[in-house]
């Protein structure tokens, strides 16, 4: 045929072999279907596209990667790479990773119905080649124990938060609870008998009644507050201090 070819089928699906952009072109509805039992079908129904394997059997996508986009390949949704990790991305931001130990996941996993673990299960401690007074706010995004390995010079009053774009505040919702760990070295100097979250003073309630009113000489200090999320904005603080010599 020299030019254009068009099969007419009832209820305008038809096809069109289109000789100036070499495309064959079905119209919506009309369907390519593939195997003696029509089991694959490639259709378009005026809303959506669909691949469907309608027939036995599964339907097998093989490839060295396979690939997943939007409509002009700008932003990943998964990435499926041959003898390699599987990655899954929110908003083009890869947010879940296999790897040959295991998965990384990136951002706030969250589990409705537990958490069981049958080996390892461990947790990133934030080492801070400081004193807390030098630096007083506490980020949660680098985790929930923070260690401060310089000797202490003087009293401060750390302050929590989630870091310094998100407050903790917004990443809690009312029912959930947090504890956050600190250890530093109080070397006859340094003591915290009070806190603030997101800059806001809160009322810490102390094992035993009473805040810490003086410094040990020497050992490790271990400050933990674990904050309820009541109301927005507001926690119930339940606070303990142990020194470790």
Not at 67 to 72: L, Y
Not at 112 to 117: F, K
Not at 129 to 141: C, D, P, R, Y
């Amino acid at each position: 045929f020299g030019s254009d070819v068009t099969f007419t089928g009832d209820g305008g699906k038809s096809c069109v072999w289109n000789r100036g952009n070499g495309a064959f072109e079905l119209e919506d509805d009309a369907l390519l279907k593939i195997g003696s039992g029509a089991d694959l079908r490639l259709y378009h129904d005026g809303s959506n596209s669909y691949v469907e394997g309608s027939g036995t059997g599964e339907l097998r996508i093989r490839g060295r990667s396979v690939r997943i986009t939007d409509h002009d390949g700008s932003e990943n949704f998964g990435v499926f790479n041959d003898d390699g990790a599987v990655d899954l991305y929110f908003d083009n931001s890869k947010k879940f990773e296999t790897t040959n130990d295991g998965v990384n996941i990136t951002g706030i996993a969250t589990f409705s119905d537990g958490l069981h673990s049958n080996g390892l299960l461990r947790e990133r401690a934030n080492v801070v080649a400081n004193k807390l007074s030098a630096g007083t706010n506490v980020e949660m995004i680098y985790g929930n124990v923070h260690y401060y390995s310089t000797n202490e010079t003087t009293t401060a009053t750390p302050n929590i938060r989630y870091n310094s774009t998100y407050s903790l505040n917004s990443k809690m919702t009312v029912g959930e609870a947090v504890t956050v760990t600190i250890i530093y070295k109080p070397n006859g100097a340094g003591y915290y008998a009070a806190l603030t979250v997101d800059g806001s003073g809160v009322t810490e309630e102390w094992n035993g009644g009473s805040a810490p009113s003086s410094a040990n000489a020497g050992g490790y200090d271990v400050l933990t507050h674990t904050l309820v999320k009541i109301a927005d904005a507001s926690f119930i603080c339940l606070s303990n201090v142990q020194n470790y010599a």
